[in-house]
């Protein structure tokens, strides 16, 4: 235990915290160490224990949303509904929550597009997840389906290259004062209809 009472985990997520609210203030460019070290009264050298440099405590902060992200997209994976309308569900909610994070938090997103063009390892995990669940989901589909010699690889691969547009940084971030929802369920219903899923 610390000197300042606070566990190890505890100063770590309070260092994100202040990460992210430092960089709401004043830009993730201008983000320092030594500042977030002031802000929870502790040493520099501590948060070294936790961060090796500025750019991993900016990935840590990314990483925390994503997985919080992953977490509500596994609940709708589970959810007990039709699949094709669970492969909409699960599209729209990348969509708000990458468009709701653009808008509220724009430093944050700046930060997290410059770890997916450099394809962090966080970033990773997190399109392997995502491409975990979406195959889960075809799979399902394929099954109600009933469809025969069916590959939900591929199925996977064309309603994710389908629905790409909606959530890809760069892209959410074009878009942002466009109604985009309805487009999105009008490609993925002519999609899962293309592929003879049951809609």
Known sequence: MPRTGLSAEEIR?????????????????????????KELNVSHAALYTHFKDKSDLLDAVSERWLLELDEKLEIICRRRKDACEKIYDWALAIHRAKLEKVRR???LYRAFDEAAKESKPFVKNHLETIHRQ????????IEKSNLQNASAEEMMEIIGTAVVAFHHPRLVAQFINEKREKLLRQIINSVLKGLGLKA
């Open 105 to 107: 938090d724009p430093e």
């Open 13 to 37: 997520n309070y260092a994100i915290d202040a990460a992210l609210v430092k960089m709401r203030e004043v830009g993730f460019e201008k983000v320092r160490l030594s500042d977030i070290a």
């Open 134 to 141: 979406l195959l889960s989901l075809v799979e399902e589909a």
